[in-house]
Structure formats: structure tokens, C-alpha cells
């Protein structure tokens, strides 16, 4: 009688990639869960912090988005939402934040900010009419209209419009500004793992420390605030400013409009998660339902007076590092956001930021924001000797740079007076100017290769 060969229990092969993270004990799922919200973090709150709007509600919207675009798209795409920069834009220009006693662009711009909220909401159901037209026609045909020779100096135009913004807060304490600038610098350049993929967050711990030390952080807010508050604050609620004002008009004019760029962020993203975990999700559970769950989530987060949701190109970092791709995982992220958002003590804390940090940290993003244009139009090879390229581009950024500079485009319709803003008129100007001149031979990739937008990260 031979004997039995003990067969020793092999353990799964991780090497490829996890999709399903349980399979490591639920104590390193929650870590893992912890490590995708701290890395949207450092810029999730950041636009709360430069537009005026509330960290809680911010924090909400991440997480409430996050879990309705999981519903949405049947939980297989790994992404999670947080707030959208290209946005900050429309923001400066429909409600910038006020002067505060010491003459520092602090305070929140109250009467504007729910008609620009309830602009978001609405360029939210832009994400949804596209994915409907995706359904219909076909992805192709309809990304056709916004080629990278559009979206990408669109994109640009966005960063430099904020720059002076930047430099207003730069002002108010450069020190900061500059231990902040610098600390991003050296993460994003020379850091290794967690510390390359967390770049915003160690900015504004360092210059945060800096603050501390200098004396340069007023916590007289912090010790009044209660440790647990319902994150709504109708004051900037969307919902209550759906009308038809002239401040109502204008702002969707202004904001709208911005969906445009988004999209393209958004399908470049969703390309960069599908190249990063392996599947390509454009083609399940399709970019319809990618798209139809951002816009859904956007259009929720501006009623309720939050900013835009985007996916986050932090947490695809964190996927690449960890090749942990159990949307699961995100999930949990999106539930610990939603938690931190209950704690008005937290939301206290991150509004006693001084200005001069988010100078500092500004300076660098809305600097990578006119990149990501740039690299949008390189990556997908714009030819710019040709002059029907060279013609649209110019078109869009002097319209956007030129028209904000004088405050936008002013006209009266049926006795409402109408403005539309730089960043609008250069849209429109983009958008029919591709469609109208020749020679538009711009085909879309959607993954089977044969495409010449390959390259859409943006």
C-alpha cells in the first residue's frame, strides 16, 4: 500500500494583480480602505478650501458619489470619486470668495455659491446625455465632436485663468507658500511608494507644521466646533437656486460648458484604470455607465453644495503601487469618507489652514492643470503644423483668456441680462469651429485598437 503524498495548500497567486481583497483578511482590507481616502484627501479638500464651500459637504458628496457610481456601474470599475479641480474655474469667476476683515480673500461668497453649485448639478446631466448619445450612436461617432485639438486647450485655458488666484494667496504668507510648493516638489520627484502617491496631503502637513511653529494658524474655530453635525449647509445648497435669474443664467453658462474638459478627464481616467488593473472597463461595463455614474454623482453633489466629482487620478497611483484592484476596497474608502464627514471638529481644523498654504499648494496644481492640457494634445499627437489645428486652438485660448479678463460676454435676451464667461464662449467657439472646418480626422480608440485617440489620459 503506497503511501499518501501530504499536500501542502497553495497559496494564490498574487503576483498578476488582487481582485479580491478578502482573500487577505479584512484588518488589511480596512488598512487598504484607510490608505484610499487618505490619498484623495490632500486634494479633495482643497477645493472646498479655495472655493468657500464646506469640507463636510465635500467629504459627503466623495463618498455618497463614490457608492452611486459603483451602483451605477455594477461595482467593477476600481474608481473612486473625489472633487474636481477643472471646476475651480467657474467657481473664481461665478462666486469668488470674499475679503475678510484683514483684507484676505477668505470668506465665503454666500450669495453666489448655490448658483454655482446648481450650475454643477446641471453639467452633471451633460456626463448623462452624453452616455445617453454613446448608447445610440456609438462612442465613436460622438467623441468625433470633441477631439484633444478642442478638450486640450480648453483644459489649459482652466489653469491659467486660476493662476492669479494662486499668486493672491502666495501673498498673504510665502513662507508657507513656499515650504508647501517645495514639499510637493520633492514627493512627487524624489519619493518612493506611499510618499510619491501623496504629495498634497505631506504638502499641507509639512507647511502645516511651519504654520504651527510660526504661529501663523488661528484655532479660535476649532474649540467651538461640535464633534458630530450633519454635514448639509443649505446656504450653498444647489437645490434652492434652480431659478431663472440672471445669476442663475450666467452661471450655467459659465459652469456648464467646463462638463466638456471633465468628460475627457473622466474617459482618460477610465483608461488609465483599465490599463492599471488589466480589464478594459470602456468596454465593460461600458463608458455609457462610467460616465452616466460621474455625471449622476456630480449632478447629486451640486444640490446637495458640493463641488464637482471627478475620478481621482491619486487612487489609480495607489492601484498601480498596491495592484490590489477589488473595487471593494474603494467602497470602504468612500464609507470612512463619509464618516469624517459628520465631525464639524474636522471640518474646523482643515478651514484653519492659512491662505498661504493653499497658495503654495495651488501654485503647483493649477500650474499641472495647464499641463495635463498640454500633455492631452502631445499624447495624442495634434499636429500643429496644421493649420486648421493651429486655428482652433488659437480660437479657444484667446476667447477664454481674453473674455475673462473683461469679465466675460454681456447680452440681453427677452429683457434678462446674460453673461457668458471666457471659459464658455472658448467652448462654443471650439466645439463649432471643429465641427465646421475641414478636415476633422480624429477617431476615437475605444479599445479595440484600430483608434487614433489611443493616449486620452488627461
Known amino acids: ?131 445617453l448619445l454613446i448608447t445610440v450612436f456609438g462612442i465613436r461617432r460622438i467623441m468625433k465632436l470633441f ?55 505631506l504638502g499641507i502637513i509639512v507647511s502645516y507644521v511651519v504654520a504651527l511653529v510660526t504661529g501663523a494658524v488661528d484655532f479660535s474655530t476649532v474649540a467651538d466646533a461640535a464633534w458630530f453635525g450633519i454635514p448639509l449647509h443649505p446656504q450653498a445648497m444647489g437645490l434652492f437656486a434652480i431659478d431663472g435669474s440672471p445669476e442663475f443664467i450666467s452661471a450655467v453658462l459659465t459652469i456648464v460648458p467646463i462638463a466638456l474638459a471633465t468628460m475627457m478627464e473622466h474617459i482618460g481616467d477610465i483608461a488609465s484604470i483599465s490599463a492599471t488593473a488589466g480589464k478594459n472597463y470602456i468596454r465593460d461595463p461600458g463608458l455609457n455607465r462610467t460616465l452616466m455614474g460621474d455625471g449622476l454623482a456630480t449632478t447629486m453633489a451640486g444640490l446637495l453644495g458640493g463641488p464637482a466629482n471627478t475620478t481621482y487620478g491619486e487612487n489609480t497611483g495607489v492601484l498601480a503601487l498596491t495592484k490590489i484592484y477589488d473595487p471593494l476596497v474603494i467602497r470602504l474608502a468612500a464609507v470612512f469618507a463619509l464618516i469624517l464627514s459628520f465631525s464639524p471638529k474636522f471640518d474646523a481644523i482643515i478651514n484653519s489652514i492659512p491662505a498661504g498654504i493653499i497658495g503654495g499648494i495651488s501654485f ?61 464662449i472658448a467652448a462654443i467657439a471650439g466645439i463649432l469651429l471643429n465641427a465646421l472646418l475641414p478636415g476633422n480626422t480624429y477617431e476615437f480608440d475605444d479599445g479595440t485598437g484600430t483608434g487614433e485617440g489611443a493616449s486620452l489620459r488627461i
Open 1 to 131: 500500500m503506497s503511501e499518501e503524498k501530504k499536500q501542502t495548500p497553495q497559496m494564490p497567486d498574487h503576483s498578476q494583480g488582487i481582485y479580491d481583497a478578502m482573500t487577505l483578511g479584512k484588518p488589511r482590507v480596512l488598512v487598504l480602505s484607510l490608505q484610499h481616502m487618505f490619498a484623495m484627501f490632500g486634494a479633495t479638500v482643497l477645493v472646498p478650501l479655495t472655493t468657500g464651500l464646506s469640507v463636510s459637504t465635500t467629504l459627503l458628496c466623495a463618498g455618497l458619489g463614490t457608492l452611486l457610481f459603483h451602483l451605477i456601474t455594477g461595482g467593477k470599475v476600481p474608481a473612486f470619486l473625489g472633487s474636481s479641480f477643472a471646476y475651480l474655474g467657474g467657481f473664481a469667476i461665478v462666486a469668488p470668495k470674499l475679503l475678510d476683515a484683514n483684507g484676505e480673500q477668505t470668506v465665503a461668497n454666500t450669495q453666489m455659491l448655490p448658483y454655482a453649485c446648481a450650475a454643477v448639478a446641471l453639467s452633471g446631466l451633460v456626463y448623462v446625455l452624453f452616455s
Open 147 to 201: 477631439p484633444p485639438v478642442v478638450t486640450g486647450p480648453i483644459i489649459i485655458a482652466i489653469g491659467l485663468i486660476l493662476a492669479p488666484s494662486a499668486i493672491t494667496n502666495c501673498e498673504t504668507n510665502w513662507l508657507l507658500a513656499f515650504v508647501a510648493l517645495g514639499t510637493v516638489i520633492v514627493c512627487n520627484i524624489w519619493g518612493k511608494g506611499m510618499i510619491k502617491i501623496l504629495p498634497i496631503l
Open 364 to 424: 503647483v496644481l493649477y500650474g499641472m492643470i495647464s499641463a495635463i492640457g498640454v500633455r492631452n494634445v502631445v499624447e495624442n499627437q495634434v499636429d500643429f503644423t496644421n493649420s486648421r489645428n493651429l486655428i482652433i486652438a488659437a480660437v479657444i485660448l484667446v476667447c477664454a483668456l481674453g473674455f475673462n479678463s473683461v469679465g466675460g460676454l454681456t447680452f440681453v435676451v427677452a429683457g434678462v441680462s446674460i453673461n457668458l464667461s471666457g471659459l464658455a
